[in-house]
């Protein structure tokens, strides 16, 4: 980072959510998150500027204990010691890219710490921030019941009121993709996975760690409210490389928004112009629908009655085909409760297909 431009990229941050604050002018700000790959290695100076500046454009969000303000980090031994610094800067949550509890499991995936390292930025991060989330990989090859129990305790084991965890999916593009094609590992089958996913909602259990989300898990009242927008379908504002945003554009329309990518191409553009948008798409009722439905199901409790309303879809029945929401509650993978739809276990194991077959 010592041949950043810090005070550049600062001013760039700040002008482009002073651009874009008119489109959400009197909302009040539920979370900042800091995201996007390795942000704690953004100077602490900037995280505490984004944050006042935040606090100056959207002054009611801290009239009630303020918003939920999220950093992601690696858990590096540098990067831990960093932790108090960036909690005087105003951050007051911070999730962990843990990965994996297994050397050989983190050297597979490419992660620059070990297993010590991990637990020993868990335990600086517990002693700093009041809310810390770990963030772990499963589905991993060779993986077995057995060995993710043992890791699962060794997570559990920090105290942690918040956990993400993810199976491992194979993207194009990704150095994972070619290998992977040539057949130098393989992933465990679908049965493998599944009995994955169910040691760990019942091991999370047993430490008082619900699900809430497809991926997550929490004690009461830790959810994280960052991520609960999004599966809630509420407005987000993206700032920065490559951010998408949900919000509404100049003539109050809802919006999907995309920055530039290209690091160099966003700020060239921001200080050209206030913003780095290459992309700003209308969502018509029908965009809105599909989207809140792919959010909304992977939350626990779903989404209800007013949430078809809010985006201008009617309601549950008329969204949807009537004959698609009886055959998926009479084969078990969904379940209609007072003005409610969500998914029940056996449908979150198979989302992808429920979700095709009630927007198809």
Known sequence: TDTVDHPRWRAAYLREMEAMAPRLAGRVPASLFFGGGTPSLMAPETVAAVIDWARTLWPDGWRAGGPEITLEANPTSIEATKFAVFRDAGVNRVSVGIQALDDD??????????AAEALDALAVARATFSSVNADMIYARPGQDTAEWRAELRRLTGQGLGHVSLYQLTIERGTPFFGLYNKGAFALPDDETAAALYEETGAVLAAEGLAPYEVSNYARPGEECRHNLIYWRYGDYLGIGPGAHGRIPDAAGRPAATVNARRPADWLERVEASGTGLTGETPLDPRARLEEMVMMGLRLVDGFGEDDIARIGAGSIDRAFDPA????????????????RLRVTGEGRMRLDAV???LLA
Do not use: D, K, P, V
């Open 105 to 114: 499991a983190l050297r597979f995936l490419g992660r620059e710490h070990s």
């Open 324 to 339: 698609r929401l009886a055959r998926l509650a009479a084969g078990g993978f969904i379940a209609r409760e007072g003005t």
């Open 355 to 357: 979700l095709a077959e």
